[in-house]
């Protein structure tokens, strides 16, 4: 059996509370595949076995956690099998080595109630006293060092997405949805914007049978008094926030445009933000939720005379 191996392999190791599950867990919202937990003699077994299902082939770089309760723990001897993987198999191996002081390790354990792994029966202390000796030749092995004293696990994270994400890996995903307010809000959106202060096509008999996709349909709402201006500050806003919802590392974002039956002016602005966001290096997908409902005059409520 050929040998399925990652681009990249990075052992993620380190003190007993400094925050492994964390990165772990950024580490995977970024695409990584991640095992937590695994002994090192199995990981040519995983490198051996197909990536599951939606998983693109064999490109997702490869997270294992490991730590002083991964069974048959040795530190000098997963530093000796690494350097034999590097060196007979080519693999590229990094670590990651987590690093916190044993005062905020005592007070996170305090905090949370949690008794050390290594000390049972015994005061934190003491079992960070012993991790900290058992970690020590993985600590002077290791190409990365983060000391997590003085971060908050959204800190940690931020630092782990910096560091960590390759081009076009973890970034957030975007989507650009319309929908009509009488058939409710989309359950999944996170910005909404009403758009049912545009002027409102149903209410012209050539152009109700069209949606929001039509070139007459766009050119009259657009002809509408506030159109430019709302649609220029819609804009602002959004460049604005997606990307500080991307460095929160928040992985899907839903921006919704209704109007008042989801076919017309909500369609028309989606396409229309869709294009602009392109144009800014975003990359949205666009969906209409109620675009092939039929127009329906008891939906619209009576028309607006100005």
Not at 33 to 54: F, I, M, Q
Not at 171 to 178: G, H, P, Q
Not at 186 to 210: Q, S
């Given at each position: 059996m050929s040998r399925l191996s990652p681009k990249h392999i990075l052992l993620v190791t380190g003190m007993s509370g400094a925050g492994k599950s964390t990165v772990l867990r950024t580490l995977?919202?970024?695409?990584?595949?991640?095992?937590?937990?695994?002994?090192?003699?199995?990981?040519?077994?995983?490198?051996?076995t197909a990536p599951g299902e939606g998983a693109d082939g064999d490109a997702r770089p490869l997270a294992l956690g490991i730590g002083t309760q991964t069974r048959g723990f040795d530190a000098e001897s997963i530093v000796r099998r690494i350097k034999k993987m590097r060196e007979e198999?080519?693999?590229?191996?990094?670590?990651?080595?987590?690093?916190?002081?044993?005062?905020e390790l005592e007070r996170r354990?305090?905090?949370?109630?949690?008794?050390?792994?290594?000390?049972?029966?015994?005061?934190?202390?003491?079992?960070?006293?012993?991790?900290?000796?058992?970690?020590?030749?993985?600590?002077?092995?290791?190409?990365?060092?983060?000391?997590?004293?003085?971060?908050?696990?959204?800190?940690?994270?931020?630092?782990?997405?910096?560091?960590?994400?390759?081009?076009?890996?973890?970034?957030?995903?975007?989507t650009i949805t319309s929908f009509g307010f009488a058939r409710g809000l989309p359950r999944d959106a996170d910005l909404v914007f009403d758009m049912r202060f545009l002027?409102?096509?149903?209410?012209?008999?050539l152009l109700r049978p069209g949606t929001g996709r039509d070139p007459q349909v766009s050119e009259y709402i657009a002809e509408d008094p506030a159109y430019g201006q709302a649609m220029a500050q819609i804009e602002s806003l959004l460049r604005l926030l997606l990307p500080r919802y991307q460095a929160e590392g928040k992985a899907y974002v839903t921006?919704?445009?209704?109007?008042?039956?989801?076919?017309?002016r909500s369609v028309h602005v989606a396409e229309r933000m869709a294009r602009r966001l392109r144009e800014d290096g975003f990359s949205p997908?666009?969906?209409?939720?109620?675009?092939?409902?039929?127009?329906?005059?008891s939906l619209e409520g009576a028309p607006v005379t100005i």
């Amino acid at each position: 059996m050929s040998r399925l191996s990652p681009k990249h392999i990075l052992l993620v190791t380190g003190m007993s509370g400094a925050g492994k599950s964390t990165v772990l867990r950024t580490l995977e919202d970024l695409g990584w595949e991640v095992v937590d937990n695994l002994p090192l003699l199995l990981l040519h077994s995983l490198l051996d076995t197909a990536p599951g299902e939606g998983a693109d082939g064999d490109a997702r770089p490869l997270a294992l956690g490991i730590g002083t309760q991964t069974r048959g723990f040795d530190a000098e001897s997963i530093v000796r099998r690494i350097k034999k993987m590097r060196e007979e198999e080519g693999h590229e191996i990094g670590t990651l080595f987590l690093e916190c002081a044993g005062s905020e390790l005592e007070r996170r354990y305090s905090e949370t109630r949690r008794r050390h792994p290594l000390a049972q029966d015994r005061p934190a202390s003491d079992g960070i006293a012993r991790e900290r000796e058992l970690l020590m030749p993985l600590r002077e092995w290791s190409n990365r060092l983060i000391d997590t004293t003085n971060l908050s696990s959204n800190e940690l994270a931020q630092q782990i997405r910096s560091t960590f994400s390759g081009e076009g890996s973890g970034d957030t995903v975007l989507t650009i949805t319309s929908f009509g307010f009488a058939r409710g809000l989309p359950r999944d959106a996170d910005l909404v914007f009403d758009m049912r202060f545009l002027r409102n096509p149903h209410w012209v008999e050539l152009l109700r049978p069209g949606t929001g996709r039509d070139p007459q349909v766009s050119e009259y709402i657009a002809e509408d008094p506030a159109y430019g201006q709302a649609m220029a500050q819609i804009e602002s806003l959004l460049r604005l926030l997606l990307p500080r919802y991307q460095a929160e590392g928040k992985a899907y974002v839903t921006v919704a445009f209704g109007c008042t039956g989801g076919r017309h002016r909500s369609v028309h602005v989606a396409e229309r933000m869709a294009r602009r966001l392109r144009e800014d290096g975003f990359s949205p997908t666009v969906s209409h939720r109620d675009l092939k409902t039929a127009p329906q005059d008891s939906l619209e409520g009576a028309p607006v005379t100005i």
